[in-house]
């Protein structure tokens, strides 16, 4: 069956160090993956998906994802965080016609 | 923001009463998504359509409905409420409905079932 996990429920940084949220998948063939923020009583935001090529995906808001194969792993990543960050953040893979999403993991960015 | 919109924002129903929520797409696109987000939980698919044919379909039973129309605007109904129907509902626009094409959301309905 075609799966997102995202491992943790929350994750805390302080303002200026790096982030990583992470997102693991399982599908058979090709992943389309994409991450999703989505801010108090908002819809999600699209930040960047992995379709094909460069295994290091940027987006938006200084965002980056890397997708790596054999650990069927694609991380969200950002070299500084800010307050502003903070959030909900969803990994999701597209299968066919929809996509699946993750649980979801709270980014809480410390002053 | 996307350009997706959807109305109501927030809707406070009874069981078992009937709701109709609705979504204007991006401009330029031609599908539509919605999708259930539970109180904690991820959005699950609920259907899709395309060109006004729903193109695929969640695990939902069959008294959630949808409609697309011309103006690849959308409606999602959902008939005889239950508790468990109490959710933001989202709907997403995309320019096509081919595998990996962005699905771009809009704000979202709260529905409250009392």
Sequence with gaps: AQSVAQPEDQVNVAEGNPLTVKCTYSVSGNPYLFWYVQYPNRGLQFLLKYITGDNLVKGSYGFEAEFNKSQTSFHLKKPSALVSDSALYFCALYNTDKLIFGTGTRLQVFP | ?114
Excluded: M
């Design chain 2, 1 to 114: 923001e996307t350009g997706v919109t959807q109305s109501p924002t927030h809707l406070i129903k009874t069981r078992g009463q009937q709701v109709t929520l609705r979504c204007s797409s991006q401009s330029g696109h031609n599908t539509v998504s919605w999708y259930q987000q539970a109180l904690g939980q991820g959005p699950q698919f609920i259907f899709q359509y395309y060109r006004e044919e729903e193109n695929g379909r969640g695990n939902f039973p069959p008294r959630f409905s949808g409609l697309q129309f011309p103006n690849y605007s959308s409606e999602l109904n959902v008939n005889a409420l239950e508790l468990d129907d109490s959710a933001l509902y989202l709907c997403a626009s995309s320019p096509t409905s081919e595998s990996g094409d962005t699905q771009y959301f809009g704000p979202g309905t709260r529905l409250t079932v009392l």
